[in-house]
């Protein structure tokens, strides 16, 4: 029986996973990656305490500081948890796989993933020219025309990624302006190269064996095809709540519930942190705090129990 | 001997994750950077039908894989490595 299992591998499972090593849990630790979203990070230049660092860089940081414990915690890497079951007595099964991990308290930590356009092709041209990482993959589009969709911080981010390498670059947005840094809006918008399609969602990509085009559709509901070979996606994140979808409540969007409090959920015992919950804020920094709150909770939740 | 290929951008944070793994176990890989190389990625294009990165080719026991992103518990089965 294990006084806590942490389900996840970025900032927020990290932060639980050294307190509770440190307050001498009998705990496990379940991920399929260490190192959260950000991995895919150019430079992070808000993380406290570096001026800035590489995503890879964060991650490696991240995991070299959670194996420090691995005699102390059972570091259950690269794995993952399929199913979380409430028992009887009050206390939960984790399966990874048909193994199955009991244990007093859980704290979830699953982050988020990349929010998908939802449109026909969208699949079929995954990776064949529909894109989910612009700093990976915008080498591939060197004197091609592209499409961003999304007027965020990450869409615009993606157009300056891809200023090096695009001829043309058509930066779909689903509002009159764009949402993202002031800062950034600036590099991009007197640019040549790129062209800003206001009040518009893309309605299908296009093509045979590649992306050829995509249609869009503005709010006045006028269709209108653009020849491009690649679709950058770039209109935020979904919750990874699946997993404990039938035991804690989830708000409209799929988020966890939580007590800003204590990152207590609504099944007494589990507790979530980071881009999973329903936080407001969806930042590295946040993810940690929030996370030592979840395992300062867990502990007291299992002392009392 | 596994022979191990990956196709890499120098801004890719899941190659050098990807990297970093086959170093820290002690294998050997080859490394093509398709954003200097235009060949090679038309290439990679072509032969995976994939336009993204990491993709790795692995050749082991006479048979290839070609594993596209970067999953480390994939790797390791195919690698036979705990």
Known sequence: MYDIIIIGGGPAAVAVGVYAARKKMKTAFVADQIGGQSIVSDGIENWIGEINIAGPILAKKLKDHIENYKDEIEMRFPARADKIEKNEDGTFSVFIGEEKLKTKTIVVCTGGRHRKLGVLGEEKFNGRGVVYCATCDAPFFKEKDVVVVGGGNSGLEAVVDLLKYADKIYLIARNGKLRGDSVTQEEIIDNEKVEIIYHSEVQEVLGDKMVEGVKIKNLDGDEKLIDVQGVFVEIGSVPNSEIVGELVDLDEWGNIKIDFKNQATSCEGVFAAGDVTDTIFRQNNIAVGDGIKALLSAYDFMKKN | ?82
């Open chain 2, 1 to 82: 001997m596994a022979e191990v290929i990956i196709y890499s951008t120098p801004t890719c944070g899941f190659c050098t994750l990807a990297k970093d793994f086959f170093n820290e176990k002690g294998i050997e890989f080859k490394e093509i950077d398709v954003s200097v190389d235009q060949e090679e990625a038309q290439k990679m294009v072509e032969k995976t039908g994939q336009m993204g990165v990491p993709v790795i080719i692995i050749n082991k026991d006479g048979k290839e894989e070609v594993i596209v992103g970067f999953d480390q518990a994939q790797l390791m089965t195919i690698l036979g490595i705990e």
